[in-house]
C-alpha cells in the first residue's frame, strides 16, 4: 500500500523545537529537534500502541499542537479513523482516539485531511463511500460531534484544509466539475459547500491551500496543462509558473529581504527539491524555480516551515523509508541555503 502524507508534516512546536511525523511501519513516527537549531531524536512511535495504516494527515493550531490522523485496520478489508494530539516533542502523544467510519463501517475511503480552529478543536474531513465528503469535529466542551455529510459528488485526489486568519476552516477538493469548496459561516458552524465549483480542468492530488492575508486563503493546483495556479475565492485563477515536477506544491508566507513573500516548493521531474518565491498575493510579479539539493527518491514529498528564529527551512522525506533530509535558509540576501543533511 501506497505510504501518503497530507498536510504540513514538519512543523515548529511551542517550544520551538521542529518536528516530523510520517506512517513507518505499522505506526506513525516523530523526530524532532533535541532543542531548537540542534540535533534530532531517532524516530520513535506516537498514539499508543494501536497498528495503522500508512497515510497521515497532520494539522496544527495557533497554539501550536499537532493533529494527527490515520486509519486503523478494524477487520476483514475493514478500516477506521482514529486522532491523536500532540503537545510537545518531548512529550508523549496522546493515545489514539477513534472516531470511526463516515459510513459507519467499511473499508478506507479516502485520505484524510485535518485543520484546526481558532478555539483548538480539530475538524477530521474524508471522502465517503457516495463520493462526497464527510466531516467530524470536536466539540466546545470536549469529545467528538457526529459524522455529517457535506455533500459534494465526484470528489478524487487528497483533500486541502485550511483554518483562515480568523480561525474558520476551509477545505477544497477536485472533481470533474472543477474544484469544490466549503467554508464556515462562524466558530462552531458546520462548512458549507460553495453552490458553483470553480469549473476549472485540475490534477487530483494538486491541492495545497494557505492563509495568505487577514481576508484570503490562497489554492494551489496544477491545471491539466502543468501550470501551477493560484485563486483566491471571488477572483479569477491566476496562472503562475509551470509546475516543476508532479504532486502538490508546499508552501508558507514568509519574510525574505523584508518582503512579504510566499515561497513555493515541489519535488522536481528531475529529482531534486525546487523553489519558488513571489510577493504575497501579487501573483503578476512573476516566479520561477530553482533545484536544490540531492536526487530524492520517486515517492519523496517536500515541506516547509520557519524554525524559532525565523528562518525558513525545507525538508524532504521518502515515506518509505523514513529518509529525511533537511537544509535552513542562510543569513544572506535572497535564498541562499545551507547543504542539505540528512537527520
Known sequence: MVRTLNGAW??????????????????????????????????????????????????????GYAHLVSWRPTGDGEAGLVHSTHFRPHLAALDWNRLGHPNAKGAQTGV??????????????????????????????????????????????ELA?????????????????????????????????DEEPLKTGVRPGTLRALATSEEHVTLFYTDENDTVCAWRAGTEP?????????????????TLDDVDCTLLAQRSAGGRVAFAAYPTEQEAAGAWWTDSGPQLPGDATVALTEDAEGRVVAASLAPGTGALLLTRRKAEPGLALEAWRSV
Open 112 to 157: 484524510p485531511a485535518v485543520a484546526v480552529d481558532a478555539q483548538g478543536r480539530a475538524h477530521v474531513f474524508v471522502r465517503n463511500r457516495g463520493g462526497g465528503v464527510s466531516m467530524r469535529g470536536q466539540k466546545e466542551r470536549g469529545g467528538w460531534g457526529p459524522w455529517r455529510d457535506l455533500k459534494g459528488r465526484e470528489v478524487t485526489g
Open 161 to 193: 484544509a485550511v483554518a483562515r486568519a480568523s480561525g474558520l476552516v476551509e477545505l477544497y477538493a477536485t472533481s470533474p466539475a472543477g474544484i469544490l469548496r466549503w467554508t464556515q459561516a462562524g466558530p462552531g458552524h458546520v462548512p458549507a459547500l
Open 238 to 254: 491566476v496562472e503562475l509558473l509551470g509546475c516543476a515536477g508532479p504532486g502538490a506544491v508546499s508552501a508558507i508566507r514568509c
Open 10 to 63: 514538519l512543523i515548529r512546536g511551542r517550544d520551538g523545537r521542529l518536528s516530523a511525523y510520517a506512517p513507518l511501519d505499522d505506526a506513525v513516527r516523530c523526530r524532532a529537534e533535541q532543542y531548537p537549531g540542534g540535533p534530532w531524536t531517532a524516530p520513535r512511535a506516537v498514539g499508543g500502541d494501536q497498528r495503522v495504516n500508512p497515510v497521515l494527515a497532520v494539522g496544527q493550531g495557533a497554539d
